[in-house]
């Protein structure tokens, strides 16, 4: 009796031990059709940018604008006092009468012979002088009325009615800036330039009748801006610093709704595919080299898959490789798995995917 109870104990003794299945939740992947796009942060800038100068000394007199409306190129904006300015060109231009009454008189008398060529040539050159000097005198006159240099709106002015203003100031006394259109300056690192180039040449972004890509704008506040612009890819300049490049777009605002400053987002379409595979961020781990992996159940059991992805789409990471249609990829308990773990699978209670930006719920 007492061997038989030895007996069953080393049996039992020497069976391995097997843990339970290792309860997880789980998310089965779907292939899924949407219209992909890339959303590109950036700032707008005016079109031009043209800063207002005094080409004379003199006290302002008059300010003909209102601050923040639109001025034509050509329209007068300041009044600088003339009384000197308008003296010195009548001075110039009775020095010209004289000199030109001079120049016929010599001229007369040099067909006579009663004067030399030296004297017609010295009265020539004080009419060209004088004439000279009231065309200059003219200039300085008609710069007393400070003008636009472009089309625009004009912002604040920087001097009030009464203040000295002098020729080669620093300070502007206001600038007109072109709204419509307007440019987006947008900021990448060269690793998304060269995604995008690569995406533009495989046909993947939509392009125009120029070759140039189209964007939508996003405003701030969540809104689509009701224009379409264009984006260019070959106008890049490079920060050496940063390896960073600046690609600028150019949208229309014939409403003024786009002011210089403003923090947008150029959206481009990349397309519609019908094969996209979505992983949920909570599935999404790295493996001991830094590389994306996932825990996939195949049958009963849980092994690490590495898979390579692009880029999120709202919650939802892209996953270009590693996943296919009807995996089930394990969002809760992945902290108990081992490689080749038994596992018990449930439908998963973390899950809310979200891809849809506008609706926040999924397609």
């Known amino acids: 009796m007492l061997f038989f109870f030895v007996a069953a104990c080393s049996d039992k003794a020497q069976q391995p031990f097997t843990p339970p299945p290792v309860t997880v939740g789980v998310y089965t992947i779907d292939a899924q059709m949407l219209n992909l796009t890339t959303d590109l942060p950036g700032r707008t800038v005016a079109l031009t940018a ?64 009663s004067v030399s060529k030296q004297d017609f040539d010295d009265a ?35 001097i009030t009615e009464g203040a000295l203003v002098t020729a080669g100031q620093t300070q502007p006394l206001a600038i007109v800036q072109q709204l419509d259109p307007i440019h987006i300056d947008i900021s990448q690192p060269i690793v998304e330039i060269l995604r995008l180039r690569k995406e533009l040449a495989d046909g993947k972004i939509q392009r125009n009748e120029q070759g140039a890509a189209n964007i939508l704008l996003i405003l701030e506040d969540g809104q689509i801006y009701p224009h379409t612009g264009t984006l260019e890819f070959s106008e890049v300049s490079v920060d050496q610093s940063t390896g960073s490049v600046t690609l600028r777009a150019t949208i229309p605002n014939p409403d003024w709704q786009l002011l210089p400053g403003m923090f947008v987002h150029a959206r481009l379409n990349v397309g519609y595919d019908d094969n996209v595979i979505l992983a949920p961020q909570q599935a999404v781990q790295r493996d001991a080299t830094g590389q994306p992996a996932i825990w996939v159940v195949e049958g009963d059991t849980a092994n690490l898959r590495p898979i390579t992805t692009s880029r999120t789409l709202g919650n939802m990471w892209l996953v270009e490789d590693g996943l296919s249609a009807g995996d089930q990829v394990v969002t809760e308990g992945q902290l108990l798995l081992r490689p080749g773990a038994k596992v018990t699978a449930t439908p998963a209670s973390n899950i809310n995917p979200i891809i849809d930006f506008k609706t926040g719920a999924a397609e």
Do not use: C, H, M
């Open 50 to 113: 043209a800063e207002v100068r005094p080409q004379i000394d003199g006290l302002i007199e008059e300010r003909l604008f209102i601050e923040g409306a639109n001025v034509n190129a050509g329209q007068q904006l300041y009044q600088i006092e003339d009384d000197r300015y308008q003296a010195t060109y009548d001075r110039t231009i009775a020095n010209l009468k004289n000199a030109t009454l001079t120049k016929e008189r010599i001229e007369n008398l040099l067909q006579s012979k």
């Open 124 to 158: 020539e050159a004080s009419w060209e002088l004088a004439k000279a000097e009231a065309e200059l005198a003219r200039i300085e006159l008609e710069f007393t009325q400070v003008k636009a240099p472009v089309s625009g709106r004009i912002g604040r002015s920087a």
